[in-house]
């Protein structure tokens, strides 16, 4: 099945700062969906993105497509503490979730 | 939006014996519900997709009669794993898709602890 690569694996953030997490594919994806799994929680769909060059924002979450339907990314601008958590791209595929490795974000006051 | 109920959220059983997670969904029909398990710091990873009123299909790998999935209504799927051993513990959650919203909703997971 399709396989979505996600970097980085960590990420350590001051509190205000923005950062970014990428998902990628060697193969064209039909859709990429991005999750938010606070420590503890269970995982809590954040966008779904099927054109190609896609952007959608929620708020401080800006989250984009590749032109090629390759690769997406999640960037977030001002941190807060709040967006503590570990975040996944995904890809449905015939109805199954493929996830990627996810992105583990600790934000420091 | 879609709810997805899972109980239990934890439990703690002894080796060898059985273990039933209860995965509903409460205000849609899910002819499709789907189970995940996850290892701490890592993904979720596809056990088994469970088909309302047929059996259910497997991953490589997932052994079918040790999680056993059973899917009798359009609101309810249950997993159950047999003969449990230290090697079961996890955190398994469930999901299913009501297609009035996008994306899938998540039970709130069960962390099995096999002792």
């Known amino acids: 099945g399709q396989q979505v690569m996600q970097i980085p694996q960590y990420q350590h953030v001051q509190e205000g700062e923005d950062f970014t997490t990428y998902c990628n594919s060697s193969t064209t994806l039909s859709n990429i969906q991005w999750y938010k799994q606070r420590p503890g929680g269970h995982p809590v769909f954040l966008i779904q993105l099927v054109k190609s060059g896609e952007v959608k924002k929620q708020k401080r979450l800006t989250f984009q497509f590749g032109e090629a339907k390759k690769n997406s990314s999640l960037h977030i601008t001002a941190t807060q503490t709040t967006d503590v958590g570990t975040y996944f791209c995904a890809t449905d595929s015939w109805g199954k979730l493929q996830f990627g490795a996810g992105t583990q974000v600790v934000v420091t006051p | 939006g879609a709810v997805v109920s899972q109980h239990p959220s934890w439990v703690i059983c002894k080796s060898g014996t059985s273990v039933k997670i209860e995965c509903r969904s409460l205000d849609f029909q899910a002819t499709t519900m789907f189970w995940y398990r996850q290892f701490p710091k890592q993904s979720l990873m596809l056990m088994a997709t469970?088909?309302?009123?047929?059996?259910?299909?497997?991953e490589q790998g997932v052994e079918k009669d040790k999680f056993l999935i059973n899917h009798a209504s359009l609101t309810l799927s249950t997993l159950t794993v047999t003969s449990a051993h230290p090697e079961d513990s996890s955190f398994y959650i469930c999901?299913?898709?009501?297609?009035?919203?996008?994306?899938?909703?998540f039970g709130s997971g069960t962390r099995l602890t096999v002792v």
């Open positions: 999901s299913a898709s009501d297609i009035e919203y996008y994306g899938y909703t």
């Open positions: 469970s088909n309302e009123g047929s059996k259910a299909t497997y």
